[in-house]
């Protein structure tokens, strides 16, 4: 529209740390989504959605590592000069809206929530500024029969995503017991306490060498970068290790008696086994295995909000990365109660509980068990001969889709091969040719793509394959999807779903 | 854990256009979505998922009435300065993708996304700053087959989410026609071209009268706001309003005739009705309604960035508002061809046309049609009597759900009464009451809430009724599925969905 000089090309690439994803990853995450809902719905959460800012002062400062105002977020000021930031998790927002609608909501109130969070960290390999999370939360009940609810839920929802009985583990434990041990221990500053919690967050990943470090003076790591420690008392950091010691491979009962006999927890400790007690009676009544649930004092979750009952969801497959060298997965969600997060908007204590979980990280976890199933197939395409038959090639693809066939007209202007090249790159089963000769005849050719990849990949013995399924097969035109069909199921039946 | 006076406690309250959704909205949307992701995807569009973050000069400045850098979105500085937004649309994204893909993906390359956009606007009522868009795209394609197809699935799509025969209407233009008559009157500068069609855009909402002001010097709203007009001379605005003026009710045909007999449309103009012409046949062999796809030189659309073919469906009733006046709906989604998007990136043109609508939207429209469907139903409710039945309970909620009936126990403290108005408050169709006499002798209770919410409405006979559905009833404890499952589905066919 104007002779100015064109303005200076942009570069097509997308900021550090969001993802781009395709049709068989989103398809992946979808049916995840789809299947750990249903489970929630079944159990009566109703689904939330609410927007991606929330008021910074509303969202609170409860991301771990993130000291500095707006640290870990991204935050702006809106027109009115209030400062609002996207959420980073789904239970901030959950605990603004709750307090916000509480006189209205049936209490207590379930319910569920998906959705991308957003954290404003240093991005790396596998590691996002935006992931979707998936949650489900209690609020209004302090009922240890919440807790086990949502940790029942949790399984249930985990097997319907496709992990096998015994492929994870929900381990459970609660705040209060490292309350009674700091009380005990003369350990009054909050920073402190919450510095101490991080350090035993990371037991799993850094054994007792690495977290006595951070409980003390502090620790430099690999990377060179130094972390300050809780500077706790040397004899409280004795008494965390003897406490951690007591985690037991038997039964939760046999866990509590455990944790008991090291003592020293004080009245938050004592008030802590109650709880994880009662926990276990409605786990066991619901019938969730002592190997799907246990108990383990080496459970904290790094998050400040949690303050009883904490859960961690984990893989127990001893996974390779690229290298071929084993690998501990580790966790794939967690949750806990967290009864005054309502409370700093509204004065009055309202307990609430949740599991938390994030669908790539999931989807991930089911490909390193060998659950993930077989990638979705593309359409059937139909190949363009001659611009004037285009009513013929029109008409079958729509005859195809009326039977329910993703089907597709090729709509670029390349020559046959290249089509056929498409036809293969977009995963179609087969592709339709209805060429002069055919259409004359009332005719219609068919290639068997999905035969040629099994046969490429080796999943079909050849000759058997030639004999049953030709490459490629002249029809009578009104056998169309019939044909189609007959490929599409037989494909379903012999290949097998990719590693 | 601290003595430290409470810090002031932050308000409930999230920032201005960003809703909260619950149960059945939410539920509407995702059938939504649901229903026309799977049309699409039979159509042979695979899906697409981008970050909500693009940086600011990938996302280009392309929304309607956005003059100044950044005005219209959200943007903040990374950490390594440069500026960032967040998406407000999905074609900006899927230009980028597009373009940094380009040679590894298959071409022409049809994709559908769905997901949240943002724009930093004014917010009012029914006007937020964040909604879900749902787009289907097509790139690489110069064929009007392609514009062709996606007009057609959007038809397609539109009536799969419940829209019926005759209820919506897709209006097609083509950019062209104002390119040639722009041409013809000596108007070159784009901003004035611009400025120009985003006025003949409000035809429809402001008529000739507020057209031509804005096409003149400029208009001054109702409400005190002015608008700058496009200044362009006297005799292109009459050439305009004879050219809007063609706009017939016949075929497609006859419209395309009409606007020919206009004249002074120049090349551009006969590219266009070239164009047009090519959409048409293919509309026709696609077995496209004349009254389902018409064509209408008033057709524009407010975005820059299109250069052919422009798509505008319409909801076609008239609806009434709160006050009961009779208003027009009004478009419920749109798109076009824009075939110099990717080539911002590139500087190859790439041709790529492309149909987008608001999910809330077209749930209103849905609504306005009277077309939504049943609400969804609560869980059934458990009541709890006595802390040493919980073993009752948990069984009959877990009995129920392996049945696939969605069920709760109720996990609050409160009494008898207040259990039943939640139950009833949730929707749910039936409470279950195992009190200790039921228990003893393996008896249960089942009140029918459903049965009382439709005598409530008026919507069932009393009499008949309460012959054919006792209000309570008590069953052995063995027909507890069976009675439930009675109840759900007597009510699925007595009960009409709300209105």
Redo the contacts between chains.
Sequence with gaps: ??DAAPPA????????G??????PD??AE?RIVARVTEVY????F??????????A??L?KFLPDADRPNEGV???Q?DDD?W?A?RYDLTA?LA??A???WETL???Y?RYAFG?V?RNEKPGPGRFR?FVQCDAD?V????P??DA?IIAMACEGLKAAGLAEGQAVVRVSNRKLF?GLFDAGGV???VQ?LTALRAIDKYDRLGWEGVVALLGEGRLDESGDYTKGARLPGAVADTIRAFLGSAGEGTRAEALDAIARVGGLGAAGEAALNELSGIDR?LT???VDQAAVRFDPTIVRGLEYYTGAVFEAELLLETTDDKGRAVRFGSIGGGGRYDDLVA????EATPATGFSFGVSRLASALRAAGRNEAATR??V?VIVFDEAD??HY??AV?EL?RA??????????AGMKAQMK?AD??GAPAAVMLGGNEIAAGQVTIKDLDAGRALAAGLADNEAWKAARPGQQTVARDALVQTIRGIIEDSSITRSPRG
Excluded: C, H
């Design positions: 529209m104007t090309r942009p570069e097509a690439r997308s900021p550090r969001f993802a781009d994803r395709r049709g989103v398809a979808r719905e079944r159990w009566g109703e689904p939330l959605e609410t927007g991606a800012f929330e008021y002062d509303a609170g991204f935050a702006l809106d209030q609002m996207l927002p603004r809206f307090a916000q609608n049936p209490k207590p379930r991308p957003w935006e209690t209004g009940s302090d009922r029969e919440a609810e309350d009054t500053d909050p306490r409605a009544s619901m019938g700093r908007f509204t004065g593309g359409p395409v285009m009513q029109l008409d729509a889709r329910g066939i993703a089907a597709e007209l090729y709509l670029g202007r498409y790159r977009r």
